[in-house]
């Protein structure tokens, strides 16, 4: 059996075909019990939003280590439910996730005792979901607690072909320390009060804000600030609510809008899903519909749970065969950097997943190695873009600067890991590498 799993920022779910196993399960984490806990449990100990550092590197080890136990927890949960060990899955990240990122999920499951199947990209799965039982042009906004995805994905022929997609790191979490910074300005609160844990427990206070101003009717919410003097008290108001959700979130609605620019025709007018907890706020979903004139497509789901639901359904659609006919993803652009800092691009951006291409480099030293550095990114200067990893083809012997031409190919798999290799044109002599980024 497949398993499909949402690793979420804020919250994680595992299921299968029509069904999930488990309610939100917050993907917070007491490092010193070493076991998931409540989002109400704000200790010292308790580390949160971790998975916008997710990365190989010696600064995601903490990311690895927490998603380790939240992936041990989703799959307790649904083996108590199935009564079968959890084992394969597929995983859900978002689709901005560089290789990097991508291998440290990988890690975490195999630290958890589980066998990845393949990655989707969360949008994707979301459309996935959303479009099963119609046929749309959609764009889909994701905005989660850490984390923001828009991808257009197209099921018009039958299949889900996503068109294009962007993202950044940016989500409620951002949304909580903005109201948290105005409280701290407007009440000019000392520098004295403002310690690392009354902070934390100050965004959670206007998280739990946030969330009761945005039900219907309710216009101002006080907030009791005991920790910081006896009495002390903030009134969020919608109207401050609103500034700030515009001021936070404005640059989700360009980065949108400019996708929707590039990859589509004028006249297509696709429909809007939002999915994603972030995107249950009232004022959001109407400042992204105003700003962009595009209807929104109903979906019965809380936008929590779409992701979620999405995987699901692709797990079952690994295990019977059909996913990689019925989905078709996108990875970035890759690039190769050449002379003076620039790069020459391998594959473009938007591409149809999996996807491979060959290109001739020819060093510009006398050396007996040729050094071939892979980037991911739109920029055409090399260090603007995000660096993946680095193969050193050895010739074997000197070669004077513009007679060793090497044939280089890059892939990328369905899940979005790449791998590189070179072969040189005279000689033969292949080298290969899947880049794990384990070193820079």
């Excluded at 917070?28 to 190989?56: F, P």
């Excluded at 990875?331 to 291409?357: F, H, M, W, Y």
């Excluded at 600067?401 to 798999?413: D, I, L, S």
């Amino acid at each position: 059996m497949v398993y499909g799993i949402d690793l979420g920022t804020t919250n994680s779910l595992v299921g299968r075909g029509e069904e999930l196993y488990t309610g939100l399960v917050a993907s917070n984490v007491d490092t010193l019990r070493k076991c998931q806990v409540t989002r109400d449990n704000l200790g010292e100990n308790i580390v949160a939003s971790y998975k916008t550092n997710m990365s190989m590197g010696e600064s995601g080890k903490l990311s690895v280590a927490c998603s380790t136990i939240i992936l041990n927890e989703l799959a307790k949960r649904a083996q108590q439910v199935t009564g079968e060990q959890v084992k394969d899955v597929v995983v859900s990240v978002p689709a901005y996730f560089s290789t990097s990122q991508r291998e440290a999920v990988y890690q975490a499951a195999q630290n958890a005792g589980l066998s990845v199947r393949t990655l989707i990209n969360e949008p994707t799965a979301a459309a996935l979901y959303v479009c099963r039982n119609r046929k749309e042009l959609v764009v889909v906004y994701d905005l989660g607690g850490g984390t923001f995805d828009v991808t257009i994905v197209d099921s018009r022929a039958g299949s889900y072909a996503v068109v294009a997609t962007d993202g950044i790191v940016l989500g409620g979490d951002d949304l909580d320390m903005e109201l948290a910074q105005e409280v701290v300005s407007e009440l000019h609160i000392p520098l004295r009060y403002r310690s690392k844990q009354n902070m934390k427990w100050l965004r959670g206070k206007m998280r739990l804000a946030k969330e009761e101003i945005q039900k219907p009717g309710v216009q101002k919410v006080p907030v009791l600030l005991p920790e910081f003097g006896e009495g002390t008290s903030y009134l969020l108001t919608e109207g401050k609510y609103k500034e700030c959700v515009q001021r936070v979130f404005e640059k989700t609605v360009l980065m949108t809008e400019n996708l929707l620019h590039m990859q589509l025709p004028s006249y297509e007018k696709p429909k809007i899903v939002f999915v994603g907890g972030s995107s249950n706020c009232p004022y959001l979903r109407s400042m992204v519909k105003e700003k962009l004139a595009l209807e929104e497509l109903y979906c019965e789901a809380d936008p929590d749970y779409i992701v979620a639901m999405g995987v699901a359904l692709y797990a079952e659609m690994v295990e019977e065969g059909t996913a990689n006919v019925c989905v078709d993803d996108v990875t970035k652009r890759l690039c190769i950097e050449i002379s003076k800092g620039q790069t020459l691009t391998v594959i473009d951006a938007n591409s149809i997943v999996p996807c491979k291409n060959i290109i001739p480099i020819v060093n510009h030293d006398t050396a007996d190695y040729l050094k071939v550095k892979l980037y991911q990114g739109d920029s055409i200067v090399a260090e603007e873009n995000e660096y993946i990893g680095r193969l050193d083809y050895p010739y074997g012997r000197k070669v004077q600067a513009g007679e060793g031409c090497v044939m280089v190919e890059v892939e990328v798999g369905i899940d979005g890991v790449i791998s590189i290799s070179a072969l040189e044109a005279l000689q033969g002599d292949e080298c290969k590498k899947t880049i794990k980024l384990t070193a820079r």
